[in-house]
């Protein structure tokens, strides 16, 4: 393929409801979309950066300016484009994996619908469908989280997530035990946590979890495998899991013994399928993490969660839980389960109307 031009378009979606983590309040998402023209095909990629570097480094403005200036220059210079030379073209341009990611999954659709691919045919995948779980974020007051799980339990979802803080971890999970009993129940928090609060997390042991999700710093491999032999529910990295080698080296250090997969976080599919792999080969499960992303990130994850190595629900949810009105055709749960969309490529488009009238700012660059 040869690259012709990438339109960035910025978008504007309000969240049903605030939603709220130990690294801030959000009330709607802004989404950084590309979407490449090539001589073959067009291609969808949502970058999943936020407008501030507070879950990582990465923020929107920074992902726009960094492709404008660094990125989909030498992408488009390549004479025979597809997506697996995408990541050795950017190599030399340190970090940006977000951003990168968008692109090479653009890349990636559009390779995919000129050949009439699904993305979960190419990636591997061996479901058509995949069991979803839900994160529920931090609220106001324990009645109010309460009727928040409910409400998630009776529309099916088969796991729930509790985003937790220093003040806000022990008594919501006892909580919610009390009032559901033995559901599937995880927590995270997002780094929230230091060494000096081991005594606090041990206390979550009694509760069962299938996993404590990035309780320490990103950077701090040795602490989480210090907290992990200091407590029996398995410790579970999402920041900390930059890449296959940054995978590999904390299952070899005991940092962690299950792995959030997040594509926009590594660098795009083929690194998420590497890190699946690695996984794999060491018996960690995985899951595949969420970003609020709008249909077109969503549907291109369903894709890669429906691998065999993802054992665990992921955060995989319904449209309608992040947005009322989303992008693409809604992503809906039918019996705790979400389809995999089956056409080429990641399978859906936006739908132009509904596209516009989000659109907060767009721009083509010709290549
Ligand atoms: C589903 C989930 O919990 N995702 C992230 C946290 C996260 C990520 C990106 C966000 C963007 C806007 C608002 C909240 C956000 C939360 C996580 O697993 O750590
Ligand atoms: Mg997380």
Redesign the pocket.
């Known amino acids: 393929m040869k690259l012709e031009a990438v339109e960035l378009r910025t978008i504007r979606i309000p969240l049903v409801a605030p ?1 709220r ?1 130990s690294f801030g309040t ?1 009330y709607g ?1 802004e989404v950084l979309l590309l979407e490449v023209v090539t001589d073959e095909a067009r291609g969808w990629g949502e970058c999943v950066a ?1 407008p501030a570097p507070l ?1 990582s480094s990465e923020y929107n403005a920074a992902a726009e300016h960094v492709l404008r200036h660094h990125l989909i220059g030498p992408v488009a210079a390549a004479p025979d484009l597809r997506a697996d030379v995408v990541a050795r073209t950017l190599a030399p341009f340190k970090g940006h994996r977000m951003a990168k990611a968008a692109l090479e999954t653009a890349v990636l659709d559009a390779e995919l619908r000129a050949t009439g691919t699904s993305l979960g045919r190419y990636l591997g995948a061996v479901h058509d469908s995949v069991p979803s779980g839900v ?1 529920v974020g931090i609220m106001d007051s324990l009645p109010e989280l309460l009727d928040a799980v409910e409400s998630n339990l009776a529309q099916g979802y088969v796991r729930i ?1 509790l ?1 937790i803080e220093p003040g806000w971890d022990v008594e919501p999970v006892r909580a919610v035990r009390e009032r559901f009993g033995d559901i599937p129940l995880q927590v ?1 928090a ?1 780094t929230a946590y230091a060494a000096a609060d081991t005594r606090r997390l041990a206390e979550l042991d009694a509760f069962d979890l299938l996993l404590i ?2 309780p320490f710093d990103e950077e701090d491999l040795l602490g989480h495998a210090r907290l992990a032999r200091a407590l029996r529910t398995p410790i579970c990295l ?1 920041e900390s899991i930059t890449s296959a080698r940054a995978a590999a080296a904390a299952i070899t250090l005991g940092a962690c013994s299950v792995v ?1 997969i997040k594509p926009g976080r590594v660098g795009g599919y083929l690194e998420a399928r590497r890190i699946h792999d690695v996984c794999a080969a060491h018996g960690v499960p995985v899951w595949c ?4 992303e709008t249909g077109i990130g969503r549907a291109a994850n369903l894709a890669l969660a429906a691998l065999p190595g993802f054992s665990l629900p992921g ?1 995989t949810s319904a449209s309608d839980r992040y947005f009322a009105t989303d992008i693409t055709v809604p992503h809906r749960l039918q019996d705790g389960r979400v389809q995999v969309p089956a056409g080429p490529g990641i399978g859906v488009d936006p739908l132009p109307d509904v596209l516009d009238a989000v659109t907060v700012a767009r721009d083509t660059i010709i290549a």
């Open positions: 939603f983590t959000e998402k936020d879950y994160s997530k985003k995270d997002n999700e990035q999402d959030n993490g969420g970003m609020l955060d």
